[in-house]
């Protein structure tokens, strides 16, 4: 049986986690100190429904966390992230469970008027997925814990005018160490970046030798973050720090070769080529090619 738990409000969760609600939007949650778990004999499936942004630092395996159509690459030493509207399930391990690691919870309201609302939608971890998981060293986790007895700190305290910012700082802090974390995770994990790179150029190549232009139109990003069962934003990432160009330039450098090659031939139409691509409407294909090469691809074909 499965049993849905919203996360909606920060003293709801802190309660079922026996935690004291120290501000209204933010809590750091210890879950060793949780109560031993059970959500009885018949229930052995848990669907999380995330309206706060919800950061675990996983210290033991209990279970396994799925997320869209994958299961989380997790173990001990991992970071896994929520954003609000965001869905997870988690299937219980059989029998009571003490929980263990730590939590940063905090709703969407905490942030207003402050910089970490702009730069939140720029870390694209929050929508990475599967076997996207942080995995962090002994050294690492350490400066997450700090940054979590930083702000644990702060909100011990009487609630001043410093109060949000310095807690917002901190979050913001704690969020850049773990972008600067998934950069070095994308560097040691250069070997499986090269096959998944390998992989994208081989759909991208074969794509545009088969008939799904004609019929899908314009290949995007989320079709290749689909077929290799990444997110599109850890898909982009990826890309981007392998190749220096984002995945966007790559299918565009790819179009702009296969359509030179074609208008070289000589044996279609513009407008036929145009459609074989998979524009809609030829105007279009004119703009994108005159955009990248200088000449319309008519001008092009006399040219050479």
Known sequence: MEKVYAINQISQYNSDNN??????LVSVIDFSKANLRDWGPDVTRIKFQYGLYCIYLKDVKCGDIVYGRHTYDYQAGTLVFFAPGQVSEFEIPGGPYQPKGYGLIFHPDLVHGTSLAKSLPLYHFFSYQSN?????????RQVV??????????LNQRVDKHSKKLITANIELFLNYCERFYDRQFISREHVNQ???????ELLNTYFLSEKPQIFGLPSVAYFADQLHLSANYFGDLIKK??????????????????KERIFEGEKSINEIAHDLGFKYPQHFTRVFKQHVGNTPLQFRHLN
């Open 145 to 154: 814990l700090d940054c979590l007895s930083k702000i644990e700190f702060e």
């Open 195 to 201: 096959g998944i790179l390998a992989k994208f150029e």
């Open 19 to 24: 935690h004291v609600t120290l501000h209204p």
């Open 132 to 140: 996207e998981a942080l995995h962090i060293s002994d050294a690492e």
């Open 242 to 259: 392998e190749t220096g160009k984002s995945v966007k330039e790559l299918i565009q450098n790819k179009l702009i070769d296969v359509a």
